[in-house]
């Protein structure tokens, strides 16, 4: 079970890397009109898309690893935005 979502999580994470390099899915840096993305963020949904996928072909241990090791990462990615969106409203 574990497998199969970090390949699913991955096939995600990479169908919106790619999404966000295509011209006419992406206005103003903006997903579907919604979701901000930049290059920068679009490379780490590809290389954590792959990682991802990785994983769970590899084994279901190696998935627990990565959705572990990712979901910290993530997380700490999330609270440097809410930090910097706060910074950059009270200046």
Do not use: W
Not at 24 to 32: A, V
Request: aromatic share 12%; charged share 10%.
């Amino acid at each position: 079970m574990l497998k199969k979502a970090a390949i699913i999580f991955g096939m995600v994470l990479i169908a919106i890397g790619i999404l966000g390099f295509l011209p006419y899915i992406t206005m103003k840096e903006m997903l579907l009109g919604v979701f901000y993305l930049n290059q920068e963020a679009n490379i780490l949904h590809l290389v954590s898309g792959g990682i991802a996928m990785v994983a769970g072909l590899i084994n279901a241990k190696a998935a627990q690893i990565y959705f572990r090791v990712f979901s910290v990462i993530y997380a700490l990615l999330a609270g440097i935005g809410f930090i910097s969106v706060t910074d950059f409203c009270l200046a």
